[in-house]
């Protein structure tokens, strides 16, 4: 990573942070954010860091349907069910 990419990312957030404060659409589908993006020419979506490539990932797997899930964060399973049919999910290794 470069470090226009780490200056695009910094312009990016402050853009966020100054509308927000000065209550106007912060959000990235809101037009107040894409102007002042434009405005100050940083970009819409940036590269992720380095740092979160590498995160490890949990598995979960669907018993019913077999769909997969990836998660950052550990999913507890006796609360949450596929998203897809309502099924029970466990943890794939």
């Known amino acids: 990573m470069e470090e226009d990419d780490y200056v695009g990312i910094i312009k990016h957030e402050i853009c966020h942070y100054h509308l927000h404060i000065v209550g106007r659409g912060y959000k990235h589908g809101d037009r107040d954010f894409k102007e002042l993006l434009k405005e100050v020419g940083a970009p819409k979506h940036c590269k992720p860091l380095p740092s979160q ?3 490890k990932r949990h598995k979960y797997v669907c018993v019913r349907c077999d ?3 990836y ?3 550990r999913v507890n399973t006796r609360r949450f069910k596929c998203g897809k049919c ?3 999910i466990k943890r794939s290794h």
């Open 86 to 88: 309502s099924g029970r």
């Open 67 to 69: 769909f997969i899930y």
């Open 71 to 73: 998660r950052v964060r």
């Open 53 to 55: 490539k590498n995160k």
